[in-house]
């Protein structure tokens, strides 16, 4: 089982000495990259609940902050779960925060993932 996930995010052709520049191209290209993600945010999301299901639309860069040649990148999205024996739906939003490093003209993600829960159906 895999425990961690790693994601690289070319920053070619940008100056890497602003960081302004950076902080926006980073945040824009995790966007185009969500799905890259999305398994870290799964699994964050079924500690809340087991049958948690990630919205990936919902993904948001609330922050991103760099300094020297690391980061990190607090976001937010929604789960939701449908729990059909008992007719009840829930969700909610998950802040969470995802720390990078830059090197070689790359921000690298390397993200951490939760115990993955199995549900079982009876």
């Not at 976001?75 to 009840?88: G, K, P, Q, R, T």
């Amino acid at each position: 089982m895999q425990n961690s996930i790693k994601v690289n995010i070319c920053l070619n052709g940008y100056d890497n000495h602003c960081e302004n520049t950076l902080s926006k191209l980073i945040s824009e290209k995790m966007l185009l990259k969500k799905i890259e993600f999305y398994e870290r945010m799964s699994r964050v999301s079924q500690q809340y609940d087991e049958r948690a299901g990630v919205n990936l639309n919902s993904l948001k860069v609330n922050k991103l902050s760099l300094s020297d040649n690391s980061g990190i990148v607090d976001v937010s999205y929604l789960w939701d779960a449908y729990h059909d024996f008992e007719d009840i739906n829930s969700s909610a939003q998950v802040q969470d925060s995802w720390m990078f490093k830059v090197e070689n003209n790359q921000a690298i993600f390397s993200l951490d993932l939760p115990e993955q829960h199995i549900v079982h159906e009876i």
